[in-house]
């Protein structure tokens, strides 16, 4: 059910693109394409052999090499194809089927710059559930290794690479001086926890509310905290502090809260802010477990797993 909501959700997220692709449709496109899905051989019966298959497999009857394609496809088809495939059958932190699918459609550079345009659409777009930098990561590897484009075509894509580089998952965090209320600063690296929940916010926005909300109401972060195993660091990275200081009294005096003197977390790329609020969750040596989420019910299923 929940992969159908996801699915669902995307729709709507680029209805704006389908209607575009739409109006060229109907003016000069000389038939639509559909996109044929794989059947599932029925002698496999074991979940993960049907993986494997389809992670092999699902792309089997598309022609990438069909160069009308990308004038004939259907892009909110394209993409609820694409979703159903990063849903159902790619594991979050394994991107070789990804690396597999930007291979195939490296035949043509038409091919290969409309697979990046749902990829980004997918994986890299803020407001997109399916985002992965784990995943994305192998598309903007492909394009910078690709021979179809040119030296200055691969500058965005390098700079997008070196931004989601930061911070993965399983890796050691980059680490910040943040600035109290009292004006005195301190380093994350610092904090002396089992745990810690980094959580870079804007306060007063709506999503920071909600996060806020399900912070002070998770049982077992409270637990955690009230047990000194837990600290959460809130980190404000604007500018406008008038509007930091009016939201002190939002958050528990539990929790540590801070700013971004200067902005030097933006500004030297040691985050991704494109989209805030972000969760981090990391463990005692500052490694990722869970990276640029807004998933309180996600955290506390991988504190539980680690108790």
């Not at 000069?28 to 389809?54: A, C, G, W």
């Not at 040119?150 to 399983?170: C, V």
């Not at 200081?245 to 991704?272: E, M, T, V």
Request: net charge neutral; hydrophobic share 40%; aromatic share 10%.
């Amino acid at each position: 059910m929940k992969r159908y909501a996801i699915i669902a959700l995307l729709l709507l997220i680029f209805t704006g693109c389908a209607n575009r692709n739409k109006i060229a449709t109907k003016s000069n496109r000389p038939k639509s394409y559909n996109f044929v899905y794989v059947p599932m051989p029925t002698h496999l019966t074991s979940e993960e052999e049907q993986l494997r298959y389809m992670r092999s497999h699902y792309w089997d009857k598309f022609d990438f090499a069909d160069s009308l394609f990308t004038t004939k496809a259907d892009t909110v088809q394209m993409l609820r194809a694409y979703a159903a495939f990063l849903s159902n059958f790619v594991d979050p932190l394994d991107a070789a089927p990804i690396r597999a699918l930007m291979q195939k459609a490296s035949v043509s550079k038409p091919a290969f710059e409309y697979f990046v345009m749902l990829s980004e659409k997918l994986l890299h777009d803020p407001n997109s559930p399916l985002r992965s930098d784990e995943l994305y990561i192998a598309v903007l590897e492909a394009q910078i290794a690709s021979p179809h484009l040119d030296k200055y075509e691969k500058i965005a894509p390098e700079y997008d690479l070196r931004i989601a580089s930061q911070n993965r998952i399983g890796h050691p965090a980059n680490d910040f001086t943040y600035t109290l209320r009292s004006g005195l600063s301190r380093q994350m690296y610092r904090l002396d926890s089992e745990f810690v929940i980094l959580y870079i916010n804007n306060p007063g926005c709506p999503m920071c509310r909600d996060i806020t909300a399900a912070l002070k109401a998770s049982p077992i972060i409270n637990q955690l905290l009230g047990q000194g195993r837990l600290k959460i660091l809130a980190i404000y990275p604007d500018e406008q502090l008038d509007e930091w200081h009016k939201h002190l009294g939002d958050f528990p005096k539990s929790w540590i809260n801070g700013y971004d003197k200067g902005c030097h977390i933006d500004r030297a790329g040691l985050y991704d802010l494109r989209a805030i609020p972000a969760l981090y969750l990391l463990d005692r040596n500052k490694k990722v477990l869970i990276k640029d989420s807004t998933s309180v019910a996600d955290i506390e299923v991988v504190l539980q797993q680690m108790l």
